[in-house]
């Protein structure tokens, strides 16, 4: 079992709706989750964080935690075609521990 | 404030040779995390730095190498290069404060070729 699993995609979202992105992982220890943007070619770029269970909204995207299932996951709304991008998760388990990447899921916008 | 810069951003090698990467990393910045990342594998964690000292360590052979200076400047190096080791090399900076978030910032990275 992967320590950052997410659905590798690609996933069509339609111009304007939401885009839903999912992420589990399988340490129960883990306390602090991060969301990445990667464009084709370029690094990748940090959009969100999230530590605590609920939601965090920040603009467009929101991150949700559920900790009891192991489960991050991020929305944006009124997608755009400039969302079109890989979506990266990633996870960690204490201030000194390393961080564990997700294989990303690749989103696209159709206008 | 000036995000993280990586030297050289290209690099074209041939087999058996070595490298030496460099990354800085955002001023005031002290740890500093090194990723391979290729079309197949993803985002692979190679190591980081903290305060000079190396904390945590990925699953990769000992050619790869690395070090951190007391400026927080980090240097990776690969040594004997291998056709697979082709891919482009991520440096990434964090804060590193009591919040324990530590959230990474990247650099544009370094594209290694080996032919």
């Known amino acids: 079992q992967k320590e950052v699993e997410q659905n590798s995609g690609p996933l069509s979202v339609p111009e304007g709706a939401i885009a839903s992105l999912n992420c589990t992982y399988s340490?129960?220890?883990?306390?602090?989750f991060f969301w990445y943007r990667q464009y084709s070619g370029k690094s990748p770029e940090l959009i969100m964080f999230?530590?605590?269970?609920g939601d965090k909204e920040d603009g467009r995207f929101t991150a949700q935690l559920n900790k009891a299932s192991q489960y991050v996951s991020l929305l944006i709304r009124d997608s755009q075609p400039s969302d079109s991008a890989t979506y990266l998760c990633?996870?960690?388990?204490?201030?000194?521990?390393?961080?564990?990447f997700g294989s990303g899921t690749r989103l696209s916008i159709r206008p | 404030k000036a995000g993280v810069t990586q030297t050289p951003r290209y690099l074209i090698k041939t087999r058996g040779q070595q490298v030496t990467l460099s990354c800085s990393p955002i001023?005031?910045?002290?740890?500093v995390s090194w990723y391979q990342q290729t079309p197949g594998q993803g985002l692979q964690f190679l190591f980081e730095?903290?305060?000079?000292?190396?904390?945590n360590k990925g699953n990769f052979p000992g050619r790869f190498s690395g070090r951190q200076f007391s400026n927080s400047r980090s240097e990776m190096n690969v040594s004997t290069l291998e056709l697979g080791d082709s891919a482009l090399y991520l440096c990434?900076?964090?804060?590193?404060?009591?919040?324990?978030?530590?959230?990474?910032?990247f650099g544009p990275g370094t594209r290694l070729t080996v032919l």
């Open positions: 990434a900076s964090s804060l590193v404060d009591g919040r324990g978030l530590n959230e990474q910032f």
């Open positions: 340490d129960r220890g883990s306390q602090s």
């Open positions: 999230i530590y605590s269970n």
């Open positions: 001023s005031g910045h002290r740890s």
């Open positions: 730095y903290f305060s000079e000292t190396q904390r």
């Open positions: 990633a996870v960690k388990r204490s201030s000194a521990s390393k961080i564990i």
